[in-house]
C-alpha cells in the first residue's frame, strides 16, 4: 500500500524565517492535501495540489508527481503557524493515506 | 455551516463495553470517511463511505468494528467489547467526490478504554 514518509520529523524557527517540508510517497497519487493539525485540535485541510505548485496566503506547494513527492514552503513564519503538518496522497479510491507530519514550532 | 459534527466529545468504557460514535457529515457531502488517530500509529484510514454505500473497510479491525451510514445525515462507527488498545481519537471527515474535492474533519471523539 501506499507509504508517506514526510521530512523533517520536527523543525523549529524563529519568527519571520521560511520553512520548507517536504512529503514523499511510494505510489503515484491522484490527489494530494496539505493538512494543518493544531496542538489538541482538529485538522484542517491547507490545500489540495496533486501536480504543479499551488500558492494560498503564505503558503506554496510544489508537487512533482513523476518523482511522487511534493513541498509545502511557509513564509515569513508566525507563532501561529505552529503545529503539526501532514501531507496525505491518494492514488485515485479516496482512501487518503497520511504522514507521520512534521512538527513546527515558531518561537517569537 | 456547522461543519462535521462528532458526539461525544469524549467517551470513557471499561474494557468489554460497547461504545457507538456519531458523525453528522457536511450537508451536500457524498463522501463520509473514518480515521483513527493515536500517537504511535498516527492516522489510520478506517472506513469510506460514498452516497451512503460503503466503498472500502479494508482499515476496520473487522472482529469488533463496525459502520454504518443508514442516512445521508449521520454516520456511526460502532466498537464492541472495547479493548485498552482502541483508545484513541476517532476521527470523521466529509467531502465531495470531485476534483481537488477537499476532506473537512470533524473534531473527533477521544475515546478512552479503562
Redesign the interface.
Known amino acids: 500500500g501506499q507509504q508517506v514518509q514526510q521530512s523533517p520529523a520536527s523543525l523549529v524557527l524563529q519568527e519571520g524565517e521560511n520553512a520548507e517540508l517536504q512529503c514523499n510517497f511510494s505510489s503515484t497519487a491522484t ?1 494530494l ?1 496539505w ?1 494543518y493539525q493544531s496542538p489538541g ?5 491547507l490545500l ?1 495540489n ?1 501536480s504543479g505548485t499551488k500558492h494560498t496566503g503564505r503558503l506554496t506547494s510544489t508537487t512533482v508527481t513523476k518523482e511522487r513527492r511534493s513541498s509545502l514552503h511557509i513564509s515569513s513564519s508566525q507563532t501561529t503557524d505552529s503545529g503539526t503538518y ?1 501531507c ?1 496522497p491518494h492514488t485515485g ?9 512534521t512538527r513546527l514550532k515558531v518561537i517569537a | 455551516n456547522a461543519g462535521v459534527i462528532q458526539t461525544p466529545r469524549h467517551k470513557v468504557t471499561g474494557k468489554g463495553q460497547e461504545a457507538t460514535l456519531w458523525c453528522e457529515p457536511i450537508s451536500g457531502h457524498s ?1 463520509v ?1 473514518w ?1 483513527r488517530q493515536t500517537i504511535v500509529q ?2 489510520e ?1 478506517l472506513t ?1 463511505f ?1 452516497n451512503q454505500a460503503p ?2 473497510d ?1 482499515g476496520m479491525p473487522k472482529e469488533r468494528f463496525s459502520a454504518q451510514m443508514p442516512n445521508q445525515s449521520h454516520s456511526t462507527l460502532k466498537i464492541q467489547s472495547t479493548q485498552p488498545q482502541d483508545s484513541a481519537v476517532y ?1 470523521c ?1 466529509s467531502s465531495l ?1 470531485q476534483n ?9 471523539t477521544k475515546l478512552s478504554v479503562l
Open positions: 490527489q492535501q493538512f485540535g482538529s485538522l484542517v485541510s489540495s496533486p501532514l496525505a479510491n479516496y482512501k487518503y493515506v497520511f504522514g507521520a507530519g | 463522501a470517511f480515521y498516527g492516522l484510514f469510506y460514498r466503498i472500502d479494508s476521527l471527515a467526490v481537488n474535492e477537499r476532506l473537512f474533519f470533524g473534531h473527533g
